[in-house]
């Protein structure tokens, strides 16, 4: 069954770099475009960047560009996400989630988030 | 700032139906395809419609979604204590080539 586990969420100074992962099992890795999507506390859902397919674009929100990067590696099925500069305002839940139609992106499995605090 | 608005909530009593409104202008929903999310509280979302009016399997029918012009809509009917919820529209924003939610809309069984 598709299953994308995120992890390397914690608390982290303003400031200060994290790196978070998602490891994905049960589909063909190198057929599916993955994005990010966060949620800060009692707040709605904000997309953060994707990646495509085969990696060769990638797109950022507003609010994360210049200071987020999203990768990927088909040798593990892993996709990252990592976070240089970070503000208070990054707090949320980070959620890997799997987009089938990249042209047309919608999100069918989500992984269960992990939750960053930026906090001095 | 979400360039998608949804009403922050909508409420019905049981077996009735609501309807969840997501405006948006030509460079989103005038022009690409809408998806709808299914949040609890303390949950992952969960994806509800997709290309405007498709279920994924395991979405009830008595989920529906429809487009019309730069606006889409999400239609429960035989609304159930179980649908207490947010839920979300989305889609990619051709301008400014980022994806777009809504502002979220919460469903109130009454």
Not at chain 1, 6 to 34: K, M, N
Not at chain 2, 53 to 58: I, K, L
Not at chain 2, 80 to 91: I, L, P, R, W
């Amino acid at each position: 069954q598709v299953q994308l586990v995120e992890s390397g969420g914690g608390v982290v100074q303003p400031g200060r770099s994290l790196r978070l992962s998602c490891a994905t099992s049960g589909f063909i890795f190198t057929d599916y475009t993955l994005h990010w999507v966060r949620q800060a506390p009692g707040k709605g859902l904000e997309w953060v960047a994707n990646i495509l397919y085969d990696g060769s674009s990638r797109y950022y929100g507003d609010s994360v560009k210049g200071r987020f990067t999203i990768s990927r590696d088909k040798s593990t099925n892993t996709v990252y996400l990592q976070m240089n500069s970070l503000k208070t305002e990054d707090t949320a839940v980070y959620y890997c989630v799997r987009d089938p139609q990249w042209l047309v992106p919608y999100f069918d499995y989500w992984g269960q988030g992990t939750l960053v605090t930026v906090s001095s | 700032q979400s360039v998608l608005t949804q009403p922050p909530s909508v409420s019905a009593a049981p077996g009735q139906k609501v309807t969840i409104s997501c405006s948006g202008s030509s460079s989103n929903i005038g022009n690409n395809y809408v998806s709808w999310y299914q949040q609890f509280p303390g949950t992952a979302p969960k994806l509800l419609i997709y290309d405007n009016t498709e279920r994924p399997s395991g979405t009830p029918v008595r989920f529906s979604g429809s487009k019309s012009g730069t606006s889409a809509t999400l239609g429960i009917t035989g609304l159930q204590t179980g649908d207490e919820a947010e839920y979300y529209c989305g889609m990619w924003d051709s301008s400014l080539s980022l994806y777009v939610f809504g502002t979220g809309t919460k469903v109130t069984v009454l």
